[in-house]
């Protein structure tokens, strides 16, 4: 089964995501909210972003920061109110910016009101809800399990945390031995799959433009070649074309060969698996630091896989970073993420940035886990916009924060990289918009690697232009031939006398070819 590109803005999307915890707080409670975001849209478009990304905002007990949800269809209180998140639509979009909420299909919190009664020993409407077993004493094989919780007699699979009950989509081979295990066509996979529909119809037509999807793979269960996964998610995106064709899906997969198949709009490179995207700005020795391994060449053999098994449907996404590892500026000079972010705003596919990249927020170190944060905690502190209290984040008292603001003297803020045309806000900024004028660096021009060492060179473009990308990491100047006249340069990047150009330590450029 083949879907089309699905809908044209994302061709040109560049994406902004948010954890809305730690945007802007508006009411001085400690904690961000909507409102923030609202009030902050101008800036994100000012950006060049079009699209936002927000992690979960739904009623939820928040044991996993949003991730185990306790109500779908609420927004929780202390972000504001579904009306608010209505107010929050109209207003990207009065500004040409789209917003994909988180969706969160593969588990909910045992908060939710579906898990309570699914635990009851009479049935009812959800006691298929969840992946139980009929016997307490059997377990759900090789997932972790709930046990002695519920007056129902069997155990209950989890996803991820064990408050994340895991939802029931079916098995994709049931174990006929194993009655408990139910065929993804039974009346109580099926009323999930209705259920997550409905969730998703309530928030589009409210205005939401689409979803990024937590654990996209996790669903179908006994499903080790996720065949039923996959053929999942095509019902999913046979309703998006049938019902919302102007609205999109992005999967938290790490695997396009499956994910594009299961008609995912997009995929993220993920930090953990195959894709080696720590190599770039992070791990030991990533190639973005003047120190770092200077080759990309395990990165780059698996990205060339994943496009080859992309085609020219779905894309592949590379994130700057995300709420779930840390930092950039853990590892990299504000120098070296200016390389990193010409690297990101000139590859294929779509871009995201994660809130406070763009200024070089720090991970904070040694924080106190929060919201089951653990070590992902340090790279969710509030964004940092000015010199006021809390760095301009909230009004509230500093004890009262979500998490700590960075207090160090050279912390960086909106403010102060905005009055400096060297920042690396300036440098973000510069980039994206080049990006969007440009259709020879579109999200969905074409991709050709020259190196992957030193320098590190590609090609992009269309049949109306092509543009080389030169970037040079490392501590040495570096030469490099290649025709073209400049489009765009950081650092100090000359003409070599011979056909070529020179680049010095930590410099990159863009050259218009013909
Ligand atoms: C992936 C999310 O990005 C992460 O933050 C969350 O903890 C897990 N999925 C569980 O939902």
Not at 457 to 482: F, H, Q
């Amino acid at each position: 089964m083949q879907f089309g590109k699905g809908p044209a803005w994302l061709d040109h999307a560049v994406f902004y995501e948010i954890y809305p915890q730690s945007f802007l707080d508006t009411n001085a409670d400690g904690i961000g909210d909507l409102e923030g975001i609202i009030q902050k849209l101008d800036y994100i478009r000012s950006l060049g972003c079009n699209a936002i990304w927000m992690n979960p905002c739904f009623e939820s007990p928040f044991g996993d920061a949003g991730y185990d949800v306790s109500d779908y269809y609420s927004i929780a209180p202390r972000y504001g109110t579904n009306r608010d998140m209505q107010r929050l639509f109209e207003a990207a979009h009065s500004r040409g910016i789209r917003v994909f909420l988180d969706l969160v299909p593969g588990h909910t919190s045992i908060e939710h009101k579906w898990f309570r009664e699914s635990c009851r020993a009479e049935r009812n409407a959800y006691t298929d809800r969840y992946v139980w077993t009929n016997d307490n004493r059997e377990t759900p094989g090789n997932m972790g399990y709930l046990r002695g919780i519920s007056e129902r007699n069997g155990t209950c699979a989890f996803n991820y945390y064990s408050f994340q009950p895991a939802l029931n989509y079916g098995y994709y081979q049931p174990d006929p031995e194993k009655p408990w295990q139910q065929s993804m066509d039974a009346p109580g996979p099926q009323a999930t799959v209705h259920e997550m529909e409905s969730i998703m119809r309530f928030w589009l037509d409210m205005g939401c433009d689409g979803f990024r999807v937590d654990m996209a793979m996790s669903l179908v269960k006994g499903d080790p070649d996720e065949e039923g996964t996959i053929r999942l998610w095509q019902h999913f995106r046979e309703f998006y074309d049938r019902e919302y064709p102007d609205c999109a899906l992005i999967s938290e997969w790490g695997n396009p060969e499956h994910s594009l198949r299961g008609g995912f709009h997009m995929d993220f490179l993920l930090h953990f698996g195959p894709s080696h995207y720590l190599d770039l700005f992070r791990g030991p020795a990533p190639y973005f630091s003047r120190q770092g391994n200077h080759s990309l060449r395990a990165f780059m053999e698996k990205y060339l896989e994943y496009a080859r098994q992309a085609g020219d449907t779905g894309m592949i996404c590379i994130p700057s970073g995300n709420h779930d590892m840390d930092r950039m500026a853990r590892h990299l000079s504000q120098d070296e993420m200016k390389l990193a972010f010409l690297f990101l705003m000139t590859m294929p596919g779509v871009p995201f940035l994660y809130y406070g990249d763009e200024i070089g927020l720090r991970y904070l170190e040694n924080l106190k886990s929060k919201e089951g944060g653990y070590q992902r905690t340090g790279a969710r502190t509030p964004m940092q916009w000015d010199h006021t209290t809390n760095a301009g984040f909230s009004q509230a008292a500093p004890h009262k924060l979500y998490l700590p603001v960075d207090t160090s003297s050279d912390r960086p803020t909106v403010e102060e990289q905005e009055a400096d045309p060297d920042s690396l806000l300036h440098t973000v900024r510069t980039l994206i918009h080049l990006r969007l004028q440009e259709a020879a660096l579109g999200n969905r021009a074409g991709f050709e690697l020259v190196s992957d060492a030193l320098p590190l060179v590609y090609k992009r473009g269309t049949d109306a232009g092509k543009v080389i990308v030169i970037l040079n990491p490392s501590m040495e100047p570096i030469c490099w031939n290649a025709r073209g006249t400049l489009l765009y340069q950081q650092g100090d990047v000359e003409p070599d006398g011979h056909d070529g150009w020179r680049l010095e330590s930590g410099a990159g450029c863009i050259l218009r070819v013909l």
